[in-house]
């Protein structure tokens, strides 16, 4: 599905919103290196950064790197992610991830996608987190529940599926915000944009969300604008009567004297009528 992109304007009010909402938004879970934010992020997946940020101190103690990791037996990893849920398949994400990043990277994290996503358990947007927040790089934007649902309220896509969002919001906004816009969007999607019941009364983002535009009937702000001039020929008021009953309203009563239009003298009079019947 596609559409117009929006106008820049709007992307740059949308982002000094959010930075003026959340100017040091940063990412919610606790971690001290590349290795440790990818482990919480791969346990983050269908479950609270806070849950994750309980379940991590003991697992970066007994498993401080990739290495350790690697050498993992899957049962007490298990017993130390249970509460974050979908364990098992997180257990076997980590130890994957572990193993490939010792065989393949000697152990340390890598800093571009491609090896990345290559990873077991680890996707664009695992891979995202881990570049824009402990490299600094923007290889493309972060794009979780609250940025999928933001997104679409704010009418920057209207795409259900992950990489085609991240594919649009790529294309609309400048690289050097990908990092902090989804930072904040996600504070944002925490604190007042939140899933049942946004809080639209105090976002200061709502004269630019096509959610609140379209929920309050109110016009974007540049649609508001209306033209100076009519391009088209005004409307015609619609007629109160039936076209046979508006034609005899609009003929002349008998009588009345017509304008003449050329020879033939416009309407015919109504007397004239009258004389050619009574001769039939
Ligand atoms: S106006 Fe409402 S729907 Fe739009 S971003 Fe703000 S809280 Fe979300």
Request: some cysteine; charged content about 30%.
């Amino acid at each position: 599905m596609t559409r117009p992109a929006p106008e820049p304007e709007r992307i740059q009010r949308l982002l000094i919103g959010l930075e003026r909402l959340f100017p040091e938004a940063r990412c919610a879970l606790v971690h001290r290196n590349a290795y440790q934010l990818l482990v919480s992020t791969i346990l983050s997946a269908q479950c609270t950064d806070a849950r994750v940020n309980q379940v991590t101190p003991e697992l970066f103690r007994r498993w401080p790197d990739a290495a350790a990791l690697a050498q993992a037996d899957p049962e007490p990893l298990i017993e130390v992610i249970r509460s974050t849920g979908f364990f098992n398949s997180k257990a076997r994400s980590l130890l994957g991830m572990a193993r490939a990043v010792v065989e393949r990277h000697q152990g340390e994290i890598p800093r571009d996608l491609e090896s990345l996503v290559q990873l077991p358990g680890v996707g664009r947007k695992t891979a995202n987190v881990v570049l824009g927040t402990v490299f600094g790089i923007p290889s493309g934007v972060v794009v979780d529940t609250h940025v999928t649902r933001i997104a679409q309220r704010l009418g920057l896509t209207r795409e259900p599926d992950p990489v085609k969002i991240e594919r649009d919001l790529m294309a609309i906004l400048p690289q050097q915000s990908w990092i902090d816009f989804s930072h904040r969007v996600i504070h944002h999607g925490r604190q007042i944009c939140v899933a049942r019941q946004p809080r639209c009364e105090i976002c200061p983002l709502a004269p630019d969300c096509d959610y609140f535009l379209a929920a309050s009937g109110k016009p974007r702000r540049r649609a508001a604008r209306r033209p100076r001039r009519l391009l088209t020929a005004p409307r015609r008021r619609p007629a109160r009567f039936g076209p046979k009953r508006a034609a005899r309203r609009r003929r002349p009563a008998a009588g009345t004297p017509t304008r003449s239009r050329g020879a033939a003298g416009g309407r015919r009079p109504a007397k004239r009528r009258k004389v050619r019947k009574s001769r039939r």
